[in-house]
């Protein structure tokens, strides 16, 4: 091995270093990585061929600096210090001490690697091992040497399972030393406390050694843990001759809640949950893939696209240096869920809720860094866009009535869409039968043709003319004969954006289909808005007619009745949460700002002494999408609800404040009222009580490098501004606004060369589209619902913009170890050594011939989807012995442990029971309650169908066994240990229900020593 330093880091890519001309490097061998200001971190190397390195590092990436940053191969490979004292001992996942106590000292230390127990040397497993589980030890038997795992699902109790084998495991018969050891990987703070908790209080801790792995650890640390943790227990089985169990349990995921909002690169917003389960292709359902060799994060599924194509949308919204920018999705990912989430609310009032070791960017004083939500606090300053900035077009009105092609009839200004036809067919007839039109409607005038949109887009279509060029020739359209709406334009102009901002805040749109009734309206105390509102309508929508009247209440009402206008404004304000307002969203800035004008017309308000504005809603969803909206036209605001007094049916009303002197601003140079009042209020505001925006502060970074390019040049700070302000910033006393510092480069650029990349690097970062939008809440929350988690991976800047322009990562399982290596996937998604992989886990299980102790394996594995058939689980059943599948429907129904019998199964199972391991009846009670239970299920489902009366006597013994069987022999306490004599004394009381006829499956010298004569007694929690 090397033991040799070098300076040659190639790249970074993700939680890799790639390292050149490096010699003799070895595959796990230890790697200290050096960083420019002094700090070591760890690592390992994944590969090695040609002198190219690759290591991964156990943590972040940020602050290593190419040039600078020195690697050094130890020459070894990572290696636990083993002792005795290690029982009773809580490590962390790369097994440095976690219980205050001292690290392990011990000259004896051991590779983690391992290996798999050699087959020749290997001893058949025979000895049963007690769980104090009845549907374990009762149906599917754990040997001692077995490899077991639980099959579990999200929101199952497979922890509470977990902890309580762990405490309640023991051999029977000998007097042999039973030891656990404990390995968790991603758990919460909560649910490491709740194990650690438990094996103290019960005692279990003094035989136990748990290595936890919290999910605000550095991921890259699961990579190591199940093999600290395997590394001990066969220390403990083979050198201290001690009967181990391993537990290897669940982990926590990198991901969004479904219902986080992401932008797309057309502009489209939708919930990314929604996204992913729609975007998936028929062909890529259940493809999955691993996350890299031995990590014990191999549960998560990744649903891949295969290409770029085969998403919907594949572009969206990432941010790369300090600009927003539209990138390619390369995968979609739904993941398991976990127990618990972290939920961020910030100052502007945008919330996220992500997995704890999603990452968010944070102001940092090197720069943007991306951080593990579970490490963010109150005060801390994330990265938010400024402006949301896409590509869009205005649609076309006709678009808009598309969804109801056939309802809507399109009449021509000529007949030259019928010439062309009858010249591509040969006639008009002909036309209409190979498309399918009606010839009579479309010929019933001589200077007029009447088309359904339907058949106008089939006839564009076949003659290659686009709609807007047929828009053109377009009289007016109808509804099944009802009024006529002319255009006066083809597309979304901003004066129909603005009478929609009108309806969205003080309006109505109205639809019965069943008596024919369709309007929108917009009322106002302000009659001369109302006028003007009208007169817009008429304007764009040539021939509609307002009906205008005053309510009881002095409120001027203008309605307006048409089938077509209602649809095509629905269409575009999908007033209906959550949807309402997405697809103005997606309309260019000029008509965005009209729409914004029209709804501050109605729902504005502005506070002239004060210096702010404020739009005023009683949904949230519309105060969160009015927000949005306002950041399309680079406007920052802020969310904030209070009590009404009255004027709503809620309690509760949200307030969309614009303060800042630069946003109050940009406001009045984008927004045009027709409120005459507002617009005076608003021309006439009192910028100096505005003050300057919280929202645009320079980034900490800037001061350093204000400070190095000021001493480069030799300028003096009085020469840029106000000296002390100048000193208070650079020494990191003192935060300034972008606007200020922009004032002293300005000034700066007098007295130095405009050319130098580090004059061009600051000017960069404060010119930037960004905000500083600072942290007022963080907080764990529970997941009661959401079975999965969505990401997706971002080609090229692994971040993706959410809500209302978070800046986050994008999924950190995928790319933090597979698309940084570059892999190449195999069966069905995943990387072709998965199979390898986990046997190379698996099999470190067993009995070894010569020796006395030995390691039994209980992995814990959450199924994608539930779905046994998953390539995880189906792997994961060709190594181990068996599978515990926990039930969903058990646990909805209050059964603890949930343990489903049926698909679950033991295959060493009759080594370790009969005479002299547990008992002469346990395999024939074993076989007889799981054809019983059996049967009684599918009498259930039965008699679901033609009810319980119509089945015979038996099949209700049977039925009665089923619902006795769940709910006596599965169900127990979460501390009730029973001894198997406990549960075949259960097992026999439930039998004794059948005549001992019925018995088929025990032979009957049990059947005359156990049936009835021997009842099992009332077994208590």
């Known amino acids: 091995m090397s033991k040799v330093e070098y300076t040659s880091v190639n790249r970074v890519a993700g939680p890799l270093l790639f390292v050149e001309g490096v010699s003799n490097a070895a595959y796990n061998e230890l790697v200290e990585i050096t960083l420019p200001n002094g700090e070591k971190r760890n690592g390992q190397v994944l590969e090695t061929s040609r002198g190219l390195a690759v290591v991964q590092i156990f943590g972040t990436t940020t602050g290593i ?3 600078t940053t020195r690697v050094k191969f130890k020459g070894e490979t990572v290696k636990l210090p083993v002792t005795p004292d290690i029982l009773g ?44 589980i009845s549907a374990i030890d009762g149906m599917n038997t754990l040997v001692r040497g077995q490899k077991l795992p639980i099959f579990s699902a999200s929101g199952l109790p497979h922890n509470d399972v977990a902890a309580q084998i762990a405490r309640q495991a023991k051999v029977l018969g000998k007097e042999e030393t039973f030891a656990v050891v404990f390995a968790a990987m991603g758990i919460t703070s909560e649910e490491a406390n709740f194990f650690i908790k438990d094996f103290e209080n019960t005692g279990a801790l003094e035989r136990a050694v748990l290595f936890l792995n919290l999910a605000d650890d550095p991921s890259m640390e699961r990579v190591i843990t199940p093999r600290m943790a395997l590394t001990a227990a066969e220390y403990l089985a083979f050198q201290l001759d001690r009967h181990v169990l391993v537990i290897l349990t669940d982990m926590t995921n990198y991901c969004f809640h479904k219902d986080t909002e992401i932008f797309l690169g057309d502009g489209s917003i939708q919930q990314i949950g929604d996204y992913v389960e729609s ?36 572009r969206v919204l990432s941010f790369d240096l300090f600009d927003p920018i539209a990138c390619q999705i390369d995968s979609v990912q739904r993941i398991r869920a976990p127990s618990m989430m972290i939920k961020i609310r910030s100052r502007s009032g945008a919330e996220l809720v992500v997995t704890h070791d999603h990452k968010i960017m944070v102001d940092g004083a090197e720069g943007p860094e991306m951080i593990e939500a579970s490490k963010l606090r109150k005060g801390i300053d994330i990265y938010s866009t400024k402006k949301l900035q896409f590509d869009t077009k205005a649609p076309k009105i006709l678009d808009l009535l598309i969804r109801e092609s056939d309802r ?63 828009s053109e020739n377009i009289d007016y359209v109808t509804s099944g004969g009802r009024r006529r709406v002319s255009f006066s334009d083809s597309l979304i102009t901003p004066s129909i954006a603005r009478i929609m901002g009108w309806i969205a805040s003080d309006g109505t749109l109205f639809r019965n289909e069943r008596l024919g009734a369709y309007y929108f309206s917009f009322s106002n105390l302000n009659k001369e808005l109302i006028d003007v509102f009208c007169e817009e309508v008429r304007k764009s929508f040539p021939g509609v007619v307002p009906q205008v009247h005053k309510n009881q209440n002095n409120v001027w009402i203008a309605r307006f009745n048409s089938e077509i206008l209602e649809f095509m404004f629905e269409e575009l304000l999908k007033l209906k949460e959550p949807r309402q307002l997405t697809p103005i969203f997606k309309l260019p800035e000029e008509q965005i700002a009209a729409f914004l004008s029209g709804y501050f017309d109605g729902d504005g308000c502005v506070y ?28 920052s605001s802020v969310i904030l609800d209070r ?73 003096s700070a009085i020469k840029l501004g106000r000296s002390s302000t100048i000193s208070s910033f650079e020494s990191g006393k003192r935060r300034v606004g972008r606007e200020l510092l922009r004032s002293w480069l300005v000034r700066m650029t007098k007295f130095i060369d405009s050319s130098d990349q580090e004059y061009k690097n600051l000017s960069r970062i404060v010119d930037g589209n960004y905000i500083l939008d600072s942290i007022e809440e963080v907080s764990e929350i529970r997941n009661n619902s959401q079975e999965f988690v969505y990401d997706f991976t971002v080609r090229g800047t692994h971040r993706i913009v959410a809500e209302n322009g978070i800046i986050t990562s994008n999924c950190e399982a995928l790319r933090e170890i597979s698309s940084a290596r570059e892999e190449v996937p195999g069966r069905r998604g995943y990387p072709g050594y998965m199979y390898t992989d986990l046997a190379s886990i698996y099999e470190r299980a067993g009995r070894i011939k010569g020796k006395k102790g030995s390691v039994t394996q209980i992995p814990i594995l959450s199924m994608p989807g539930d779905d046994i058939t998953h390539p995880i689980a189906d792997l994961t059943g060709y190594i181990t012995e068996g599978q515990t599948v926990l039930s969903r429907d058990l646990h909805r129904r209050g059964i603890y442990p949930p343990i489903d019998v049926l698909p679950s199964l033991s295959r060493l199972m009759n080594q370790g029971i009969g005479k002299g391991r547990t008992r002469e009846d346990h395999r024939g009670v074993a076989d007889q309650l799981y054809s019983s239970y059996a049967q009684g299920r599918d009498l259930r489902a039965l008699s679901a169908i033609v009810g319980e009366a119509a089945l015979t006597e038996t099949d ?29 004394g259960i097992g026999w009381d439930i039998l004794s229900v059948l005549p001992p006829g019925d018995l088929k499956r025990i032979k009957k010298e049990y059947i005359d020593k156990y049936y009835k004569a021997q009842q099992a007694p009332k077994i208590t929690a």
């Open 65 to 67: 600096d190419l040039p």
């Open 89 to 132: 001992r809580i490590f962390t996942g790369l097994g440095a001490p976690r219980d205050h106590g001292p690290p392990i000292t011990s000259e004896e230390k051991l590779d983690i690697a391992g290996a798999a127990i050699n087959p020749y040397s290997r001893a058949e497993p025979s000895e049963f091992i007690q769980t104090g």
């Open 279 to 314: 975007n998936i292709p028929v062909e890529a359902e259940n493809q999955s893939i691993a996350l890299g060799k031995g990590s014990g994060r191999m549960l998560i599924s990744t649903q891949l696209a295969q290409n770029a194509s085969a998403i919907g949308h594949s």
């Open 408 to 470: 809507f009839f399109v009449h021509m200004k000529n007949d030259e869409l019928e010439l062309q036809l009858s010249k591509k067919f040969g006639s008009l007839r002909e036309a209409c039968r190979v498309l399918g039109m009606n010839y009579t409607t479309i010929s019933c005038s001589y200077d007029k043709r009447c088309y359904k949109l339907s058949e106008l887009l089939s006839a564009i279509d076949v003659l290659r003319i686009t709609l807007g060029k047929a």
């Open 608 to 635: 002239r002494e004060k210096g702010f504005l404020k739009y005023t809603t009683a949904s949230p969803q519309r105060a969160k999408r009015i927000e949005q909206l306002l950041k399309r036209l680079g406007i």
């Open 643 to 715: 009590h009404s007094a009255g004027g709503y049916n809620r309690k509760t009303c949200f307030d969309v404040l614009i303060r800042g002197e630069s946003d109050i601003r940009e406001f009045q140079r984008l927004i045009h009222l027709y409120h005459k009042r507002k617009d005076l209020d608003l021309r006439a505001i009192n910028l100096k009580g505005a003050g300057r925006s919280k929202f645009n502060l320079a980034p900490i970074v800037t001061a350093n490098l204000f400070r190095s390019l000021r001493k480069k040049y030799g300028v």
């Open 956 to 984: 209700r013994l049977y039925l009665k066994i089923a619902d006795r069987f769940e709910k006596e022999f599965v169900s127990q306490g979460r501390y009730q240990d029973r001894t198997i004599d406990d549960t075949l």
